[in-house]
């Protein structure tokens, strides 16, 4: 008996992923719980286990595809008294039509039942057929079956995220594909219902194609031109690419400017270097900015919060953790640091080097991106000054730092050398002011201008 192995769910929002490499074929025998194929999604690297163990059969991909969760990966001839036997098909039931307001039990099935009388059409139901039933278009007719109680719903996260995005209570779509899982066409189909029947569904408005689905303008035919080359963009790309548009359509963005005298803070940083790198970690200004956003962020509430536009609510987080850019050769990752406000700066620049060195690796877990309240962009480094950061939704700051340069500053009535950075924060601005970012700001600008108010080891 063959058993098929599908890609599991690996996140909420997780619909989709690219495998990287494909560790078993045909012939080989696989253990439950082993390593049969690494797949690349979002921005981090995962590993698919086989359910079962057996004999593999078929292989249903390749090294470089994109495959959806549920799809197929392999097939396995069950061997060994391991081997999880498959769920067994449910005999074809036969439903007759009864009235809504019937009692829904599981029980052993009856005694063939006299013809029961025909039901008042205002009350009846859609008979189903005893073969699978098939999407059709939605017509006036179209009432689906109500759910019953605490009813369990198969559905993939992308289903579920369309269900909530068009107003639609999950556990009320019946599912056409097998085994009654519902698909995103079965989601559209009762929407379109439920529109037809009273409107728009819940008491929402009608559903808006999110910005990254809209229909992009037509190319040109390049060729015309000259010669051109194709590259399919990563996932890591893709992903960005998506969440950057859904950031920028979301929130009416605003940056404002800033610069910090650091001229005292290199010479704290030079001094003290050594003793962070014996530990493991690097001194950088990057890592001290952490430590003072951190501060900025427990004084200033609004910036570590999260809008919920829908009930009209800010979500002020009480905890601190702040997701750091970092250039890598697959794009750009942004691993959190989890409790900044707690670490003193030595703790931070470790947890920093070791972020960095997974996430160029391809080695952090997705679980290290996700959580951020607030994110720091360093392009110093670059050789960049002033840039515009785009916020990292559904946060509603980033700050983002340029490279410091040597410039003369009039002190006490004479021009004196002084390495100035600049600054940029973006912010939502349907959740900050302007004078309060303006404030955040300097805040930041003041600490970093007095690096001894910060305690090196708490």
Do not use: C
Not at 276 to 305: D, E, R
Not at 356 to 372: Q, V
Not at 419 to 448: C, N, Q, S
Request: aromatic content about 4%.
């Amino acid at each position: 008996m063959a058993n098929e192995i599908v890609l599991p769910e690996l996140g909420e929002g997780i619909d989709q992923a690219k495998v990287l490499a494909v560790l078993v074929s045909p012939g080989d025998k696989v253990r439950k719980d082993q390593t049969i194929i690494e797949v690349e999604t979002e921005k981090a690297t995962a590993e698919v286990p086989s359910d079962f163990e057996g004999t593999v059969s078929a292989v249903h991909v390749k090294e470089g595809q994109d495959i959806s969760v549920g799809q197929a990966i392999l097939s396995l001839e069950a061997g060994g008294s391991t081997a999880a036997a498959p769920a067994p098909k449910a005999e074809p039931v036969e439903v007759v039509e009864m009235s809504p307001a019937a009692e829904v039990v599981d029980a052993p099935p009856p005694p063939p039942p006299a013809p029961a009388p025909r039901p008042e059409p205002a009350a009846s139901a859609t008979a189903t057929a005893t073969a699978p039933p098939k999407v059709v278009p939605i017509e006036e007719s179209y009432v689906p079956a109500p759910p019953s109680p605490g009813k369990s719903v198969a559905a993939s996260p992308s289903v579920r995220r369309l269900a909530r995005e068009l107003g639609v209570d999950i556990a009320e779509v019946p599912g056409t594909s097998e085994g009654g899982r519902v698909s995103n066409e079965d989601v559209k189909s009762y929407a379109r219902h439920l529109i037809s029947r009273r409107g728009a569904p819940r008491e929402v408005q009608a559903p808006v194609a999110s910005p990254a689905a809209r229909p992009q303008p037509q190319l040109p035919d390049f060729t015309q031109w000259g010669d051109v080359e194709r590259e399919p963009m990563s996932a890591i790309r893709r992903a960005t690419a998506d969440h950057m548009v859904n950031a920028w359509s979301t929130a009416p963005q605003v940056t404002q400017f800033d610069s910090a005298d650091i001229t005292e803070l290199e010479v704290f940083r030079k001094r003290y270097g050594n003793r962070v790198q014996a530990t493991g970690g690097k001194l950088t200004v990057t890592a001290m900015a952490v430590k003072i956003v951190a501060g900025a962020l427990k004084k200033f509430p609004q910036f570590n919060s999260s809008l919920d536009a829908e009930a009209q609510e800010l979500v002020l987080k009480q905890y601190v953790h702040v997701g750091v850019a970092v250039d890598t050769e697959n794009g750009l990752m942004v691993p959190v640091i989890r409790d900044a406000d707690k670490k003193n700066i030595i703790q931070i620049a470790e947890d920093l080097q070791d972020l960095a060195e997974k996430a160029r690796a391809r080695k952090i877990s997705l679980d290290a991106l996700r959580g951020g309240t607030f994110s720091v962009s360093n392009l110093g480094g670059l050789g960049t000054t002033y840039f515009s950061p785009i916020v990292n939704w559904p946060e509603v700051a980033i700050l983002g730092m340029g490279r410091a340069s040597v410039q003369a500053v009039h002190q006490d009535g004479e021009f004196v050398p002084r390495k100035i950075l600049p600054m940029a924060l973006t912010y939502d601005h349907r959740v900050i002011d302007g004078a309060d970012a303006a404030r955040f700001l300097r805040w930041i600008a003041e600490a970093l201008e007095n690096p001894m108010l910060l305690a090196l080891e708490g």
